[in-house]
């Protein structure tokens, strides 16, 4: 059953680090893009980062850039999220997701075709 499965959430105070993986057990191609996302209660979700497989090529959201640092395994099949000096309003649940990459809209939540079923992360003041 192809699926990714994230972990590393949890609760931390305003200016810590954790570190969120995203294990695949899918074959993800060199086109392929995996992203993670968030979803905070009430709020849409949200482009949080994403890494392009085969080139390596990483791109983020504007509200993560500076704290927050993707990275992948490819003998692993994971990917990380860095996540350094979280803030209050980082606190959401995040998602893992693959984009095939048929188009390069690595931002659009919409091209994501195969999802992980969350982590919590909660930043306390």
């Known amino acids: 059953q192809e699926q990714l499965v994230e972990s590393g959430g949890g609760s931390v105070q305003a200016g810590g680090s954790l570190r969120l993986a995203c294990a695949a057990s899918?074959?993800?191609?060199?086109?392929?893009?995996i992203g993670w996302f968030r979803q905070a209660p009430g709020k849409e979700r949200e482009f949080v980062a994403a890494?392009?497989?085969?080139?390596?090529?990483?791109y983020y959201g504007e509200a993560v850039k500076g704290r927050f640092t993707i990275s992948r395994v490819a003998a692993e099949n994971t990917v990380y999220l860095q996540m350094n000096n979280l803030k209050p309003d980082d606190t959401a649940v995040y998602y893992c997701?693959?984009?095939?990459?048929?188009?390069?809209?690595?931002?659009?939540?919409?091209?994501?075709?195969?999802w992980g079923q969350g982590t919590q992360v909660t930043v306390s003041t």
């Open positions: 899918l074959t993800i191609y060199s086109s392929y893009y």
């Open positions: 890494v392009r497989w085969r080139s390596y090529a990483r």
């Open positions: 997701a693959a984009n095939p990459g048929t188009r390069t809209l690595y931002y659009d939540a919409a091209e994501y075709n195969t």
